[in-house]
């Protein structure tokens, strides 16, 4: 009897080691195939670039850093077809825009497709993403080998912590006399309406007529000396992490001026600088203008030609009359160049500036000058 309890005993017993070597083997095997399918290299988004802009840029202009980065991230997914690119978008903590109103903005990026497509890179092979806030407005670049996940945001702030600050901006006529008052004007936009603001204006020179805590302002500019004045608007009231004021460097015109100077790069480019010059002009009809043209050495016949020829539809166009603008031959110069000055009624005009001795001007041998 005795013999038998043994016997069972020990056949219990080889059931259960044989089960618990069964159950460490499917471990193993578990484990073997667990290591495999991990140790696989699995795809990832890889960030290219990460960059900062400028707090003072708009956001539909890019400057020369901006577009390096653009077209390096450009060729590199040209280099590798296979892969995707990723935009993400960071909005600047202080900004003008109600942050859903720039989620929404298609227009807000457009600027960058616009660059990569320069750049050879279509635009449906870039996902756009907006991230959120951070404290300045700042771009992420990704490439997306594939299979790889869309890389996540990441954000510095919440929307309540977005500060929405006015922009302050101040206006005034270019043609700034000496012996007549400028008028300063001010425009604050985005405020909001609760806000209560405060004006105040500081010139560096000159006397305020009148207008120092208004929206406009008068300055008398005939004290100033300097050719040159320093005006600045201080809005008061509005939120302390916000810009409030602005900056203004005012020229101030001394006689004979140059008003503009150019070249006939593109046909219309002596049509509009004359028009608006005589748009300006409306409101002093004290002052005359003097135009010098001065003709290429290299062809000086045909470039003067085309220059008169290029001046009267100019002056037809732009309205000029004849008794207002005096147009001169300067003399010549390496390249065709037009000169714009304005000067009062009985004033001396200004001189010609030719870069050019006429010795050295090339004419045709036919029509060669002594």
Not at 109 to 128: A, M, P, T
Request: with cysteine; glycine share 4%; proline share 5%.
């Amino acid at each position: 009897m005795i013999r038998r309890i043994r016997k069972r005993e020990v056949k219990v017993k080889g059931k259960g080691e044989k089960a618990k070597f069964m159950n460490k083997l499917t471990l193993f095997w578990i484990l073997i195939f667990s290591f495999q399918i991990f140790s696989q290299e699995r795809a990832v988004a890889l960030k290219f670039d990460e960059f900062t802009r400028n707090k003072e840029k708009q956001y539909w202009k890019i400057d020369i850093s901006e577009t390096s980065r653009i077209k390096r991230f450009a060729l590199e997914l040209k280099k590798n077809p296979q892969m995707k690119g990723a935009v993400i978008k960071y909005d600047s903590r202080k900004q003008l825009y109600n942050v859903d109103e720039r989620k929404n903005n298609d227009n807000d990026l457009g600027v960058f497709d616009w660059e990569l497509e320069q750049n050879g890179v279509s635009e449906n092979r870039v996902i756009k993403i907006f991230g959120g806030i951070r404290e300045n407005e700042s771009y992420e670049f990704w490439l997306l080998p594939k299979d790889a996940q869309i890389p996540k945001p990441m954000p510095h702030f919440q929307n309540s912590q977005i500060v929405y600050c006015p922009q302050i901006e101040t206006y005034w006529k270019r043609n700034n006399l000496k012996n007549s008052p400028v008028e300063f004007s001010s425009e604050i936009k985005k405020l909001l309406p609760s806000t209560s603001i405060s004006y105040k204006w500081i010139v560096s020179n000159g006397k305020i007529i009148s207008g120092e805590t208004d929206k406009k302002m008068l300055l008398d500019l005939n004290s100033v000396s300097e050719s040159k004045v320093a005006v600045k608007l201080v809005i008061e009231g509005i939120n302390p992490e916000c810009k409030n004021d602005f900056l203004s460097i005012v020229p101030i015109i001394a006689f004979p001026y140059k008003w503009d100077e150019f070249d006939n790069s593109y046909n219309e480019n002596i049509k509009m600088r004359l028009h608006y010059l005589a748009e300006e002009l409306k409101e002093s009809p004290n002052l005359e203008v003097k135009l010098f043209y001065y003709p290429s050495r290299f062809d000086p016949l045909k470039s003067q030609a085309r220059t008169i020829k290029d001046l009267n539809k100019g002056m037809t166009f732009s309205g000029f009359s004849p008794e207002k603008i005096t147009i001169e031959f300067g003399g010549y110069r390496d390249e065709v160049m037009f000169e714009l000055w304005v000067y009062p009624k009985g004033m001396e005009s200004p001189k010609p500036t030719p870069t050019v001795d006429a010795k050295f001007v090339k004419f045709p041998a036919k029509n060669k000058r002594n």
